[in-house]
Nanobody
Framework: QVELVESGGGLAQAGGSLRLSCAASGSIANINFVGWYRQAPGEQRELVARMFSIGVTKYADSVKGRFTLSRDNAKNTVYLQMNSLEPEDTAVYYC?????????????WGKGTLVTVSS
């Protein structure tokens, strides 16, 4: 079993910043592959940032240059630094541990943290 606990969401003004954290526990084999997705109201869940292979991180085009994915391997924690926030970034942000990240080979999701950006 893998548990993912997100934190750091909240209300921000356009142009502001937030940092999301995802603390992973359980059968995590490689924290490097844990990433972030988001789902806006009425929209499908979409990729925000994730490493698909070692050294190659994919970002959504809409967040490139504004969001940065990082991790603290010792703490099994992944971060998403979000700068220059836009109202379009309003969504529930989910931490994702894909099958490549854990010993169980299962796709896991956190419960999500809400980010609201006001104009």
């Amino acid at each position: 079993q893998v548990e993912l606990v997100e934190s750091g969401g909240g209300l921000a003004q356009a142009g502001g910043s937030l940092r999301l954290s995802c603390a992973a526990s359980g059968s995590i084999a490689n924290i490097n592959f844990v990433g972030w997705y988001r789902q806006a109201p009425g929209e499908q869940r979409e990729l925000v940032a994730r490493m698909f292979s070692i050294g190659v991180t994919k970002y959504a085009d809409s967040v490139k240059g504004r969001f940065t994915l990082s991790r603290d391997n010792a703490k099994n924690t992944v971060y998403l630094q979000m700068n220059s926030l836009e109202p379009e970034d309003t969504a529930v942000y989910y931490c994702n541990a894909p099958p490549t990240s854990n010993y169980n080979g299962i796709n896991y999701w956190g419960k999500g943290t809400l980010v609201t950006v006001s104009s």
